[in-house]
């Protein structure tokens, strides 16, 4: 049990545009989800908290307009990084609790963007 | 602010040998401890929790707790080379909190 899902798994994109990566809980239903951002050799950061139903808290020093986090159920939230840049490409992991206290990731998503 | 140290390493240790891993926390008011372990250019994947004083163990990983000295350790025993990988030490201050990270030991273990 405590299974966490991402898709995709890797993608590569043109500077400017947006992606939008996905994080489901696959065999429990999650009220809070955490997205991480995770570059070469570094510690995991953590970038926001997803609330199932309201609006996500960002961590300081993470733009919220450029990193949107929608969690529109209780085992989906999504992580749009928008108008994507080079400096952006990097290895984004979601997590989620199936209890109040463990917490499980998901595969990652590495983005590349050119 | 809450802080999680770990040692900086890395540590290597010969296959079969006992790897001895430490984290120290600075909030008291911490209830939940865990470790992950972390291969390269994989996701962290839970190994361990522990929530209350003394050892916890599974398989060949035990989990030791000292709330009084704000300890927590994580003893590998019979090591194997599969086992190399970045070991991260997480604790959290009640339920539903996030989680604080240590920066991570690089654990190598020799054949």
């Known amino acids: 049990g405590a299974v966490v899902s991402q898709h995709p798994s890797w993608v590569i994109c043109k500077s400017g545009t947006s992606v939008k990566i996905e994080c489901r809980s696959l065999?429990?239903?999650?009220?809070?989800m955490f997205w991480y951002r995770q570059f070469p050799k570094q510690s995991l950061m953590l970038m926001a908290t997803s609330n199932e139903g309201s609006k996500a808290t960002y961590e300081q020093g993470v733009e919220k307009d450029k990193f949107l986090i929608n969690h529109a159920s209780l085992t989906l939230s999504t992580l749009t990084v928008t108008s994507a840049h080079p400096e952006d490409s990097s290895f984004y992991i979601c997590?989620?609790?199936?209890?109040?206290?463990?917490?499980?990731f998901g595969p990652g998503t590495r983005l590349t963007v050119t | 602010q809450k802080e999680v140290e770990q040692n900086s390493g890395p540590l290597s240790v010969p296959e079969g040998a006992i790897a001895s891993l430490n984290c120290t926390y600075s909030?008291?008011?911490?209830?939940?401890f865990f470790w992950y372990r972390q291969y390269s250019g994989k996701s962290p994947e839970l190994i361990m929790s522990i929530y209350s004083n003394g050892d916890k163990e599974d398989g060949r990983f035990t989990a030791q707790l000292n709330k009084a000295s704000q300890y927590v350790s994580l003893l590998i025993r019979d090591s194997q080379p599969s086992d190399s990988a970045t070991y991260l030490c997480a604790v959290n201050t009640g339920a539903n909190s996030k989680l604080t990270f240590g920066k991570g030991i690089t654990l190598s273990v020799r054949p």
């Open positions: 909030d008291r008011g911490s209830q939940s």
């Open positions: 997590s989620a609790r199936p209890s109040s206290y463990e917490q499980y």
């Open positions: 065999d429990f239903q999650a009220t809070t």
